[in-house]
């Protein structure tokens, strides 16, 4: 996950303005954009943003469902539930938070700064549902729907096109077993980051040959991630 970062730390009036958010709480803002490794570093700080990402999840999930729900009125349950999987799903979330430019506001510990912490997509996803939970907390629903229901239509849209509601390791053994390749098998090639932060690099290969490669905060979402390069890769192929 990448994103348009450069200059000095904004503050939560400075990400305001830039977004046109607005909170009448600018200390609960302060506190969505406080990632752990910042209060092991400043410990005069008093709180991190996960009891606000805890609340940004769950708003998130009835209100992604309720959008659905309205916009898509053929879908039936099955396919309902598994594209809001994908919406609340870490890497969309993520794409959400750099639409926003969040990394530029983020306060990290210093080494979680220079390791490209800003740039991580587990910690802007997990931002971004810390910043519903405290626009919720702030101004209620209505606040939070204004800010997330434009995302949602350019996401649908893309993750129909391209099948990101499916299970990409489902997709690519599909694919790969209708040509009579064989199978994939998944090999976790290098683990890094401390204990609270594993990053998992994991390789997919078919008889040998290499189709795709993942990172991730776990071994399951990295080989997901190396199943989606892989599809990536011969689509772009064709």
Request: aromatic share 6%; charged share 25%.
């Amino acid at each position: 996950m990448t994103s348009e970062i450069s200059g000095a730390l904004e503050s939560p009036r400075e990400f305001c303005a830039r977004t046109g958010l607005h909170f009448e709480n600018m200390a609960l803002l302060m506190r969505a954009l406080t990632h752990r490794s910042y209060i092991n570093e400043y410990p005069e700080t008093l709180e991190d943003n996960e009891r606000l990402e805890f609340l940004g999840d769950a708003i998130l999930d009835f209100l992604v469902g309720d959008w659905l729900y309205h916009h898509m009125p053929e879908m039936d349950e099955g396919r309902l539930t598994s594209l809001r999987s994908a919406l609340v799903r870490n890497t969309h979330l993520a794409v959400f938070a750099c639409h926003l430019g969040l990394g530029k506001a983020l306060r990290l510990g210093h080494g979680e700064d220079e390791s490209g912490g800003r740039h991580r997509e587990h910690i802007l996803g997990s931002a971004f549902e810390a910043l519903v939970g405290a626009l919720y907390i702030d101004q209620g629903l209505d606040a939070v729907r204004n800010l997330l229901y434009p995302l949602l239509q350019m996401a649908v849209d893309k993750i129909l096109k391209e099948n990101l509601d499916r299970d990409p390791k489902s997709l690519f053994q599909e694919l790969m077993q209708a040509s009579g390749e064989g199978t994939p098998v998944y090999e976790v090639v290098d683990i890094s980051g401390p204990d609270h932060d594993r990053q998992y690099t994991v390789q997919t290969r078919v008889n040998g040959t290499l189709y795709g490669q993942g990172i991730g905060p776990s071994k399951q979402a990295a080989s997901k991630a190396a199943a989606r390069d892989a599809l990536a890769r011969l689509k772009g192929a064709r």
